[in-house]
């Protein structure tokens, strides 16, 4: 009996020791799955990544391999063939697979990402894709992945998988898979990323925004900064017909007609937020115009500063920084905001947590 306990205990301590204990390198797998991903991330790998990488497989910009040995190298058409005969598809695979190396010491975790694997759900059972290295991969991982409005205005597909701003399991440290003693992987992985050890190489996703936001005309107030916004910009496109046309006025009017004058309806502005403690701090981006209820081309703002138009001896940028006119929001990231709760979301902007924008609105609702 008491030999039973000394082993038991010695097995205790081992296990203990193993997860602090100093390791260089330590190949490992961890595990994701799309619905275990959480909205307040502001983006779900599971659910971009894979199409992402299936179009580069497909385009011949990224070799698809059978495991991490990269013994056998599958063609696009290998790789059809394995989706067609178990009815599965690749980029809409739920569950994704980083083969890291992760070094650690008593102060510090460094992890390496070295390849992404997948595997998908089937009729007949569990599909391996196979395996793809992410230095190859790197190109396309430079893209910015799609976000939400709890998500950062812009975030590389490497940089959001360097965030570690998903949940994860770890199924592989070494040689061990964990089938034995699940518990000793949370105690591993506790200790390399949620401990007191400074993560070496983790990006922090910046605090902003992409918003756009529409000004239309108040009819009710003649100074109206934004109905003043409208009116500059009118002015100048209907003075400067030659602009108008080439900013896609030629889809709409007659160029011969340079007598007829449009009438600006609308305008969308799009500007990265940035929030600095209590303060939002505005970065104009782009500038979508309507004339006589038709879209033209969408300008960066660099273009439309070129026209030097001035409202009431300001700048247009000075407006729209001073924000003293009414807006509604229209889109923050790549959701589109409902008109009626355009004020809610603003107030969470103002008031909230930008990783909680999603909560805030939810609850309000109730």
Same mark, same amino acid.
């Given at each position: ?91 809409? #695979? ?92 949370? #105690? ?44 500059? +910009? ?37 500007? +990265? ?94």
């Amino acid at each position: 009996m008491l030999k039973r306990i000394l082993y038991s205990l010695i097995l205790f301590l081992s296990i203990n020791a193993e997860a602090k204990k100093l390791y260089t390198e330590m190949p490992v797998l961890i595990h994701m799955a799309r619905s275990e991903q959480e909205d307040t991330f502001g983006f779900n790998l599971v659910e971009h990544l894979p199409s992402l990488i299936y179009k580069g497989i497909l385009d011949g910009k990224i070799t698809l391999w059978d495991s991490p040995k990269k013994q056998i190298a599958i063609s696009p058409e290998a790789l059809k063939n394995i989706e067609s005969s178990n009815s599965v598809s690749f980029a809409k #695979t739920g569950n994704l697979f980083l083969n890291e190396l992760w070094t650690s010491s008593p102060r510090k975790t460094e992890f390496v990402v070295v390849g992404i694997s997948f595997l998908s759900e089937s009729p007949k059972g569990k599909i391996s894709f196979g395996f793809v290295e992410i230095l190859q991969a790197l190109p396309l991982l430079t893209q910015n992945i799609p976000t939400n409005v709890n998500g950062p205005a812009q975030i590389s597909y490497i940089d959001a998988i360097y965030s570690r701003r998903y949940n994860f399991n770890l199924l592989q440290f070494g040689p061990r898979d964990f089938s034995s003693n699940p518990s000793s992987s949370f #105690t591993i992985k506790k200790d390399a990323f949620y401990s007191k050890k400074k993560v070496v190489g983790l990006y922090k996703p910046q605090n902003t925004k992409m918003v756009t936001f529409v000004i239309e005309k108040n009819l009710s107030e003649s100074e109206d900064p934004g109905s003043n916004c409208l009116h500059s +910009i009118e002015k100048f496109l209907n003075e400067n017909k030659e602009i108008l046309f080439n900013i896609g006025g030629d889809k709409y009017f007659d160029f011969h007609n340079r007598l007829l004058d449009i009438t600006i309806t609308r305008i969308e502005v799009t500007e +990265i937020w940035s929030k600095k403690g209590n303060q939002i701090v505005y970065t104009p981006y782009s500038v979508k115009i309507f004339a006589n209820n038709k879209p033209l081309n969408i300008l960066s703002f660099e273009e439309i500063t070129k026209w030097q138009l001035l409202i009431n001896f300001k700048t247009l940028e000075d407006v729209l920084l001073e924000k003293a006119f009414n807006f509604s929001i229209y889109k923050i990231n790549r959701d589109l905001i409902p008109y009626n709760e355009s004020a809610v979301y603003l107030k969470a902007l103002r008031d909230y947590k930008w990783s909680q924008v999603s909560n805030y609105v939810k609850y309000s609702r109730n």
